[in-house]
């Protein structure tokens, strides 16, 4: 929810004060946060969050802006909670056509859908909320696109979303040190190339050296034997 919160904070400033169209296509290349450590909303009421947006640079092609560079603080009762820093970019539909090439179009929901793994074991409790599924050795598991997923499949769209390859790779670092408990601290994300629909995308972790008394979890992403996505993700494990 943070990593939507921040999506939809950063599409609205550049909408609305960028003039970025609608009909644009959006582009993430980082994505970075950090997180208060035991900060939660609660569950059983609502939580009156303040996010303040930055944009720390902007650049324009022609008379459209092609890129927002900006930074992202989300406060509770005027202490910082969470902070993010991330790139937007947009394109054309003309360029993005021509980019996507044989993968614009795409037959939405019609690819196979593995088993998902047990959602405890990923730090959730629903099978709908499981973008895992098991792989063939420890530590590796195949990316599952469950479009009943709203929040992250929210409309079609013809690659996988970035959302959910972040998601992929919190449910992976949980995974990885089940059955303690992980919390993500901070996270480090890049997106290297469009992750499709149509074939396996396989999810592997690694537990890297991090300070006494954190994890930290490296999740890499690849497709056809390339690396679409990488993401380091740290915090307190217990």
């Given at each position: ?21 609608l009909?644009?296509?959006?582009v993430?290349?980082?994505?970075d ?15 009156d ?11 324009v092609?022609?008379n ?8 992202f ?5 005027g ?31 019609a690819?196979?859908?593995?088993a ?7 730090g ?10 098991a792989?063939?050795?420890p ?5 599952r ?11 079609p ?5 970035g ?11 949980n995974a990885?040190v089940h059955?303690a ?16 629909f ?5 999810i ?7 300070a ?9 992403a690849?497709?056809d034997?390339?690396?679409?996505f990488r ?6 494990c217990?």
């Amino acid at each position: 929810m943070l990593t939507q919160t921040v999506r939809q904070s950063g599409l609205t400033i550049a909408h609305a004060a960028y003039g970025a169209p609608l009909s644009d296509h959006t582009v993430l290349s980082y994505f970075d946060f950090t997180v208060a450590p035991g900060f939660a909303v609660p569950a059983d009421a609502p939580c009156d969050l303040t996010v303040e947006v930055t944009v720390k640079n902007a650049k324009v092609r022609g008379n459209r802006v092609s890129s927002l560079d900006m930074d992202f603080r989300i406060l509770r009762d005027g202490s910082m909670v969470a902070r993010a820093d991330s790139e937007f970019g947009w394109l054309s539909t003309r360029v993005y056509r021509r980019l996507r090439g044989e993968h614009f179009d795409v037959d939405w929901n019609a690819w196979p859908l593995p088993a998902p793994v047990e959602p405890r074991t990923v730090g959730r409790s629903r099978p709908v909320d499981v973008v895992l599924s098991a792989g063939d050795h420890p530590r590796h598991w195949q990316l599952r696109n469950d479009v009943d997923n709203a929040v992250l499949y929210d409309h079609p769209v013809d690659h996988v979303p970035g959302l959910a390859l972040m998601e992929a790779a919190h449910q992976a670092a949980n995974a990885t040190v089940h059955p303690a408990d992980f919390e993500a601290t901070t996270v480090t994300s890049a997106f290297e190339r469009y992750a499709e629909f149509d074939r396996p995308c396989w999810i592997e972790a690694e537990v890297l050296p991090a300070a006494p008394g954190e994890t930290s979890v490296l999740v890499t992403a690849t497709q056809d034997g390339e690396t679409v996505f990488r993401s380091r993700l740290s915090g307190p494990c217990g």
